[in-house]
């Protein structure tokens, strides 16, 4: 069965530094998600993407944090000065035709820690 | 806005127990769609249904059952004869109707525990 892939699993960084957590969404899907989950609280959106640019993006989208889609398979975000309350679990998921008129699938996450 | 309302922050049955989990939502939208995941302590989010606001009726899938009620706004979640794999936090979860992207609403969760 098709599903969401990430990489890393977990990433440790320090405060300050650039990351970029990366995602494969299902390959014929054409929405694509970033939500993430500060631990033990609710899953929030980031951001949508879809036909190469920024459908929607929340309030926590703020400058530090852009999204690209550099080859035909991979969708990735970048947080460009990490802080402290960047720590977080990082959802990636796709959908073929937006979320409501089909589900969205998520992959199993990304466990970043800022430290 | 959109909102959704997931009252239970933690609920614990016995094994093979019927447990149902409540959902509350808020949108002024008249056509949405509601959604039900799980996460198991794996982490990963895990979908399990998806329902257009026009149909009402209930769903039933294996021990899983699911009971909207537009008049109430609520949208609860019921599982029968609970096993310990059905342990995990439970979102409640809302998108607008609307062409392109949307996004998700999730609720705060639900932490379901089931003692063998």
């Known amino acids: 069965e098709p599903e969401v892939t990430q990489t890393p699993s977990h990433q440790v960084t320090q405060m300050g530094q650039e990351v970029i957590l990366r995602c494969v969404p299902i390959?014929?899907?054409?929405?694509f998600y970033w939500y993430r989950q500060i631990l033990g609280q609710k899953v929030e959106f980031l951001v949508s993407f879809y036909n190469n640019e920024i459908s929607e993006k929340s309030e926590i989208f703020d400058d530090q944090f852009s999204v690209e889609r550099p080859d035909g398979s991979n969708f990735t975000l970048k947080i460009r000065s990490t802080k402290l309350e960047d720590s977080a679990m990082y959802f990636c998921?796709?959908?073929?035709?937006?979320?409501?008129?089909?589900?969205?699938?998520f992959g199993q996450g990304t466990r970043l820690t800022v430290v | 806005a959109q909102k959704v309302t997931q009252a239970q922050t933690e609920i614990s049955v016995v094994e093979k127990e019927d447990v149902t989990l409540d959902c509350v939502y808020e949108t002024r939208d008249t056509t949405y769609y509601l959604f039900w995941y799980k996460q198991p302590p794996s982490g990963e989010l895990v979908f399990l249904i998806r329902r257009n606001s026009f149909d009402e009726q209930n769903e039933i899938s294996g021990r899983y059952s699911w009971n909207f009620q537009k008049s109430t706004s609520s949208f609860n979640f019921t599982i029968t004869a609970s096993q310990v794999v059905d342990s995990a936090v439970y979102f409640c979860?809302?998108?607008?109707?609307?062409?392109?992207?949307?996004?998700?609403?999730f609720g705060t969760g639900t932490r379901l525990t089931v003692i063998p």
């Open positions: 390959s014929n899907h054409l929405y």
């Open positions: 998921a796709s959908s073929d035709k937006g979320v409501g008129r089909t589900e969205a699938f």
């Open positions: 979860a809302l998108s607008r109707h609307q062409t392109g992207a949307n996004n998700l609403f």
